[in-house]
């Protein structure tokens, strides 16, 4: 059986979220066109599609992490912050865009809360490792 770890993140990241978009429950919110992904970052994201992206990462990021809630992932998704002159230092991602974004694949089914924080429901696993499975077939012919 295929399973996530079996095939390219970033293929399985893109065309899952291709799959993501035919859902009516998963929808970019108003406010993403300006909003930036998090403190690090100096400008809003580019790519039109990248609400989808993000969710269908942070779909994968359960699968594999297990239970987790807001703040580890905003760890996973931070990044480096210029301060000029001055050392980076860590800084985490835009809690909000990972919060609307869990609850949006609540509603979709594929995440459930769990005592502590989020994980992945059997029809959210199906959905993985069906595009898993895909990918890979795709990958090999």
Sequence with gaps: MTT??????????????????QNKAIAIPSWANYVKTGVSREIPPVDEDWWFIRCSSILRRIYIDGPVGVERLATFYG?????????????????????????????????????KGRQITPKGKSLLDNTAFELKKEIEF
């Excluded at 996530?4 to 978009?21: F, G, Q, R």
């Excluded at 991602?93 to 769990?114: C, D, F, N, P």
């Design 79 to 115: 990044g480096r912050h210029r301060r000029g002159v001055k050392t980076e230092h860590l800084k985490k991602g835009s809690g909000s865009v990972i919060r609307k974004a869990l609850q949006q694949l609540e509603r979709a089914g594929y995440v459930t809360k769990a005592s």
């Design 4 to 21: 996530v770890y079996d095939v390219p993140p970033d293929a399985l990241i893109k065309t899952l979220a291709e799959k993501l978009k």
